[in-house]
C-alpha cells in the first residue's frame, strides 16, 4: 500500500541493535523495523541487512514518496569521505566507504551521521527540543557522545568531527583515557565510569550503572557510597556543562543515557557546579533536562535529515 | 568628496580609547578617526563623540552609500535589546539602549557586538581567517574574551551570550573568579593572571605581561621563574583550546593581545596540552596561530557587520 505523502528512511546501526524506520513529515512512524546487529557474520552481512530493511520499506511505501535515506552510526564521520573512523563498536566499518556503498545498492542518496548527532537531531525534531533552534546533548554510555544543534542544524567541524563532548577535559590530572587524554568527562560521568568507581569503592564487579542506582537506594554504608558515586558523576557532568553554556549560551542543554533514572543523585551537584561556573547560566533561562526519545532519538534524527536537505 | 561605491561606518568603543572608520567593501579604510573614551565626563559625552565620528564621515563619503554602521562593545549584549550588561569598563553604560539611542540620532539603524565577536569577524574577514569558514578567537587583555564564528556568521547563543571563553574552568579548583567560579581561563593565562604570577614570584608589581616577557629572556633565576609563568599560562591555554578543538572541530583558533610577543614562551606548553588532550587535533589539520589585526580587529569587524546584514 503505498503512502501518498512524503517519507524518509531512518537506520539505526548500532554495535548490539540494528534498526531501520520509515517515517513521515509529522513524524509518525510508517513502520519500524528491528533486529540484531550481525556482526558475527562479518561487515558484508551487516550492510546486507540494512539494505534489505531499507528496501522493505522503500517496497511498502512507495519509491517516488521517498525524500531520503539517513544512517545513524558510533563514531567519527570523515563528511566528505563518507565513511567511519575510530568507531570502537564498530570496528570492521573502520575507513570502509559504507555511504557510497549502501547508496549505490539502492539507488538512491544517502546521508551518513554520528549517532549522538542524530539524536540531537531527533530531540530538537520530535523531542525535548522542539521548541528551540539550538541545543547541546550528552549520551551517557559505555562513553559519553555529543550532539550539537545551532540554528536547526547540526554543527559539523571542518572534517566532521565536532561535538566530541566527552573528551572535554574536566579534571586536568583525572582519569587517563584511551584518547591519549586524562580527566576527559567519559571517564568520570559515562555509565562506564560509574561502573569503574563501583568498583574501586567495592560495590561489585561489572555493575551497570542502574545497579549501582539501586544499592544507592538502600541503606547503610554501600548507598552512602554509591551515592557519592552519582555525586562524582554530577559534578563532572557540572564542570562539563557549565562550560557548554558559557561557549554556547543555548537555552536546552539534554542528557540520555543508562545512568538517567540516577537523575535525582547527580543532578544536585551537577546543577551546583553549573550555577557556581557559569555566569551565564545563573543570568538567563537556561533548561538543563532528560532527553525524551530515549534510544529512538538516533533513529528520528537519521530520518529527519533528508527533510532537512530537501528544505521540508 | 562622496565615494561612489557602498561603505560602511565601524566603531570601537573601549574603555579608553574610541575609534571611527568609514571602510569600503573590500576592506579599504576611506577615512579612521581615533580618540579617547571620555569617560570622565560621562555617558552622554561619550555618546556624543560617537555620533558625531558617524556624522562626520557619513558627511564626507556620502549618506546613500553608507550601508549601515556597526558598533563594538566591551562586556555582554544583551541582543534583543541592544544593551550592554556587566561591562568592567563601561559600568555608565550598563543596561543603557545604547544601539536605539545611537541609531535615534543618526536616523540610521545600528548593530551593536561585543567586542571579541567583532574582533573574531574582523579576522575572519580581512586578517588570519580569510580562508576558512570557522573559526574561534581568544583576546588574552585584562580578562579573556572569546569570539565564535560558524558559517561565516558570529555565534550568540539565544540571548547574545555565548563565546565567553575566558570563564572556561580549566582548573576545577584553581584561582577565584570575580565571576563567582574558580579556575576560569581569564584567571590562569591572561595578561592580568601573568602579572599575578610575576607578583607571586617575587618579580614585580604590576608588571605589563611584555615587562614579564622581557624578565624572561634574561638570565638567571629570575629569568627562570618568568618563563615557568609562561609555560603555566600556555598549559592553562592548552587545556581550553583541547576542549574547543574537541567541541568544534573548527580548522582555525586564534590568539591576539598584550601577551602575544611571549609566543614562544607559551606555545609549546601549549601545544602540548592540545596534543594530548584533543584527538581530533592530532588527527585533522587543526591551526592555532596569532590573529594579525591587531588592536584593528574589533574595528573592521564592526565596519563588516553592516555588510553581512545587507547580504554584501
Not at 38 to 53: P, S
Not at 95 to 122: T, W, Y
Request: hydrophobic content about 45%; some cysteine.
Amino acid at each position: 500500500m503505498a503512502s501518498m505523502q512524503p517519507y524518509s528512511i531512518g537506520v539505526d546501526l548500532g554495535g548490539t541493535n540494528l534498526r531501520a524506520a520509515a517515517i513521515d513529515l509529522e513524524g509518525k512512524v510508517l513502520c519500524k523495523l528491528a533486529g540484531h546487529t550481525n556482526l558475527r557474520e562479518g561487515r558484508d552481512a551487516v550492510i546486507h541487512d540494512i539494505v534489505t530493511n531499507i528496501r522493505a520499506l522503500r517496497d511498502q511505501f512507495g519509491q517516488a514518496e521517498l525524500t531520503g535515506v539517513g544512517v545513524a552510526v558510533p563514531g567519527f564521520i570523515e563528511l566528505e569521505k563518507g565513511y567511519i573512523v575510530g568507531s570502537n563498536n564498530l570496528p570492521q566499518f573502520d575507513e570502509f566507504p559504507l555511504r557510497d556503498d549502501i547508496s549505490q545498492k539502492l539507488g538512491k542518496p544517502v546521508i551518513l551521521e554520528n549517532d549522538a548527532n542524530a539524536a540531537a537531531m531527533g530531540e530538537k525534531w520530535l523531542g525535548a527540543g522542539r521548541d528551540v533552534r539550538d541545543l547541546v546533548l550528552l549520551t551517557l554510555g559505555t562513553g559519553i557522545g555529543g550532539g550539537i544543534i545551532v540554528n536547526g542544524r547540526i554543527l559539523h567541524g571542518y572534517v566532521g568531527m565536532a561535538g566530541e563532548l566527552g573528551h572535554m577535559t574536566v579534571i586536568p590530572d583525572g582519569n587517563p583515557c584511551g584518547c591519549g587524554n586524562a580527566g576527559c568527562l567519559e571517564k568520570h560521568a559515562s555509565a562506564t565510569a560509574i561502573a569503574a568507581m563501583a568498583r574501586l569503592l567495592q560495590l561489585g564487579e561489572n555493575l551497570k550503572s542502574v545497579e549501582v542506582f539501586e544499592i544507592a537506594q538502600g541503606e547503610g554504608e554501600n548507598a552512602a557510597r554509591a551515592k557519592r558515586i552519582f555525586e562524582s558523576m554530577g559534578t563532572a557532568l557540572g564542570i562539563a556543562i557549565g562550560n557548554l553554556v558559557n561557549i554556547f549560551n543555548a537555552p536546552l542543554y539534554l542528557l540520555s543515557g543508562g545512568p538517567l533514572p540516577a537523575w535525582d543523585l547527580f543532578a544536585p551537584a551537577m546543577f551546583r557546579e553549573v550555577e557556581k561556573r557559569s555566569f551565564t547560566y545563573r543570568n538567563s533561562k537556561t533548561r538543563i533536562e532528560k532527553a525524551t526519545l530515549g534510544n529512538e532519538a538516533g533513529l528520528f534524527g537519521a530520518a529527519y535529515l533528508p527533510f532537512q536537505e530537501a528544505g521540508h
